[in-house]
């Protein structure tokens, strides 16, 4: 296991939704305070507050790659276009393992859209792909992040 897929895992196990659980698990990557980030996931959990759209683990996994490798220059397209392509090659990996980044197409059946979310028992877990999503998301992300290092204040590179 890596390091961050471990402990969006934890994260995830610990009640925190699947957007949380993997941005979390970089927010020591990320420039701002921790609280923020969690707050700024937490409406994508259940696939955007249980509609079972965009799964939220890939939610958080592009959240945390717009912090680290976003744009900010509205009318530099080169950038936007290689940022939107790093974006696209991060979802389909996760979709290579999961066969969708559509929640409602991850949980099969027809997942209850919207209500409260589900209590987190070994039922929950056994019936359940969310913590492999949060795993596999993480993971994927942590990945890139190994072979494209962020650009930081401090190394500026």
Not at 31 to 58: K, T
Not at 80 to 92: G, P
Request: glycine share 12%; charged share 25%; aromatic share 8%.
């Amino acid at each position: 296991m890596g390091k961050r897929a471990e402990n969006a895992h934890e994260r995830f196990t610990n009640g925190y939704n699947c957007a949380q659980s993997v941005a979390g698990a970089f927010a020591d990557l990320i420039p701002m305070d921790e609280s923020l980030l969690l707050r700024a996931a937490s409406p994508f959990g259940g696939g955007v507050g249980r509609l079972r759209e965009v799964c939220g683990a890939v939610s958080g996994m592009v959240l945390t790659a717009g912090i680290l490798y976003g744009y900010d220059d509205p009318c530099d397209k080169g950038v936007k276009a290689e940022h939107y392509a790093v974006i696209r090659d991060l979802c389909e990996q996760f979709r290579t393992r999961h066969g969708s980044i559509i929640c409602k197409d991850i949980l099969g059946g027809n997942p209850q859209i919207g209500g409260d979310p589900a209590e987190r028992t070994p039922a929950f877990y056994g019936t359940r792909p969310c913590l492999r999503c949060v795993y596999d998301a993480a993971e994927i992300l942590e990945n890139y992040i190994a072979a494209h290092p962020p650009k930081t204040e401090e190394n500026n590179t």
